[in-house]
């Protein structure tokens, strides 16, 4: 199969023709990309499934451009429910409620809960809409892969698996989404993203967080190894041991990459680096970005620990998983 990049109105067209056929599209939101099929048909569902070799036992969430296509997807949708998705949506946030019997079980892996998102990126709203349907998606990358956050990097995934991708340039946020349950008694966070857990209680009044061993994984996923380079991956805990663990990895004949925000980039006295830039908003959009070159360049990875307040909490959990825990 050949895999075409698109952009603009041309893209938004053909994607649509696309998933009225059958057929995977991958299209960009200000999460990550991702790799979308019309949630009420099963067998191009399946085809989601199948170029992403995702095991079919992990839900996909269902993507919807106007919040009136709530209603034919989710029930007994709570007061508390109806608070974050008037503050949060659109953005980049995930809500898990009871479904509807209209949503397939494929689509939630057998869950009788469906996570719902509405995206803010103009163009992943426009294909939406203009696809009429709701889209089911997971990110656009190989099962176990790091996330999408180009055309590029879904390109360099999904050649030849997928008919179309349709280009809209860089993700601003650049990690996925915020995932909260809301279908059980107390909200829960099942996966921390852009939407912080200070700002989710600010409306809610509480929620928790899942932390802790998975005993039974609320967000299946989590049993999964996610987000790895194809290289060793560490967290330094600060600049000093960032630059020991690059060092020792150097005499062993590795080639280390560091990637850093500004500040500290500039500490590392000429050692090879990405730099994420000073924000942290910045160093969220950049994270991905930098995992992927960082792969390409380099056999072995040291990235900084950017602390736990806020949005870089939510980096920190995607970097964890990377790093397979690993602290110098
Ligand atoms: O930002 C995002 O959320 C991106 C963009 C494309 O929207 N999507 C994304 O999808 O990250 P994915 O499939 O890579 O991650 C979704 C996670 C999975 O770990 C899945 O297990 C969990 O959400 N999930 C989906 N539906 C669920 C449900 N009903 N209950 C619990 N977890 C669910
Ligand atoms: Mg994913």
Same mark, same amino acid.
């Given at each position: ?123 992943? !709203? ?15 990358? !190989? ?186």
């Amino acid at each position: 199969m050949r895999t075409l990049v698109l952009k603009g109105k041309e893209a938004i067209e053909k994607g649509a023709e696309l998933i009225a056929s059958g057929e995977v599209v991958a299209f960009p939101t200000e999460t990550v990309y991702g790799l979308g099929a019309d949630a009420f048909n099963e067998e191009a569902v399946k085809k989601i499934f199948a170029a992403k070799g995702r095991p079919s036992d992990n839900p996909l969430i269902v993507h919807i451009a106007d919040i009136s296509a709530l209603d034919g997807l989710a029930e007994d949708v709570s007061e508390a429910a109806k608070s974050v998705i008037s503050a949060f949506m659109p953005g980049p946030i995930t809500v898990i409620m009871k479904k509807s019997e209209k949503v397939p079980l494929s689509v939630t892996a057998g869950l009788d809960t469906v996570g719902i998102r509405m995206p803010s990126h103009v163009v992943a !709203r426009e294909f939406i809409k203009a696809c009429g349907t709701p889209i089911a998606a997971p990110s656009a990358n !190989r099962s176990t892969h790091i996330s999408p956050t180009s055309a590029e990097h879904v390109f360099e995934d999904m050649d030849g698996r997928i008919p179309l991708i349709i280009d809209g340039g860089d993700c601003e946020v650049g990690i996925e989404s915020t995932i909260i349950d809301m279908s059980t008694d107390v909200p829960t966070i099942l996966r921390p993203g852009a939407v912080t857990s200070e700002m989710l209680a600010e409306v809610l009044g509480a929620v928790k967080t899942f932390s802790g061993k998975v005993v039974v994984a609320k967000a299946p996923g989590m049993k999964y190894k996610h987000y790895a380079p194809s290289c060793e991956t560490v967290v330094a805990k600060d600049v000093g041991s960032a630059v020991k663990a690059y060092d020792d990895a150097e005499e062993k004949g590795l080639k280390p990459v560091i990637i850093a925000r500004s500040s500290t980039a500039e500490k590392l006295g000429g050692r090879t680096h990405i730099d994420l830039g000073s924000s942290d908003a910045e160093v969220c959009r950049n994270i991905y970005a930098a995992l992927h070159r960082a792969e390409k360049i380099a056999g072995f990875i040291v990235c900084e620990h950017f602390g736990e307040k806020g949005v870089c909490g939510s980096v920190m959990n995607r970097v964890m998983k990377s790093a397979g825990g690993k602290i110098v």
